[in-house]
């Protein structure tokens, strides 16, 4: 092996070391919702190149309002999947979406864009 390809090889180590750093050990921004004097418990997310925050804790039982502002027009963001809930909703970009619904039971519950590169967490508890 070579100098050229000792230094691809390391380079590619490196960056296939980072993609799974971000991707599965990066640390996440945990958010507990609000609740408003109608009871509904609200938190607002940012949608632009990932969700920030990407883990939302709320209570079960009670309605959940997820705001989401897309702050980005990439074709990744457009979608958001809320399959545990049967949600699936287009983002317009530069607006805010809001989400509703009523969780029933406790739990971790997975959200994602359409093509699944972008993720974040529901915590029921």
Same mark, same amino acid.
């Given at each position: 092996? &070579?100098?050229?390809? /000792? +230094?691809?090889?390391? @380079? !590619? *180590? +490196?960056?296939?070391? =980072? %993609?799974?750093?971000?991707? =599965?050990?990066?640390?996440?921004?945990? %958010?507990?919702?609000?609740?408003?004097?109608?009871? %509904?418990?609200? $938190?607002? +997310?940012?949608?632009?190149?990932?969700?920030?925050?990407?883990?939302?804790? $709320?209570?079960?039982?009670?309605?959940?309002? *997820?705001?989401?502002?897309?702050?980005?027009? !990439?074709?990744?963001?457009?979608?958001? /999947? *809320?399959? &545990? =809930?049967? +949600?699936?909703? &287009?983002?317009?970009?530069?607006?805010?979406?809001?989400?509703?619904?009523?969780?029933?039971?406790?739990?971790? =519950?997975?959200?994602?864009? @359409?093509?699944?590169? /972008?993720?974040?967490? *529901?915590?029921?508890?």
């Amino acid at each position: 092996m &070579d100098s050229t390809q /000792l +230094i691809v090889t390391i @380079g !590619g *180590l +490196i960056l296939l070391a =980072f %993609v799974g750093w971000f991707f =599965f050990l990066a640390p996440h921004q945990t %958010v507990a919702a609000v609740s408003s004097s109608a009871g %509904v418990q609200q $938190v607002d +997310i940012t949608v632009k190149g990932g969700y920030s925050p990407n883990v939302i804790e $709320v209570e079960h039982g009670k309605p959940v309002q *997820l705001n989401f502002y897309r702050d980005e027009e !990439g074709t990744c963001s457009e979608e958001l /999947l *809320l399959p &545990d =809930f049967n +949600i699936r909703r &287009d983002l317009a970009p530069y607006k805010t979406t809001a989400i509703e619904f009523l969780p029933q039971q406790a739990g971790t =519950f997975e959200f994602t864009c @359409g093509m699944h590169m /972008l993720r974040g967490s *529901l915590v029921v508890k």
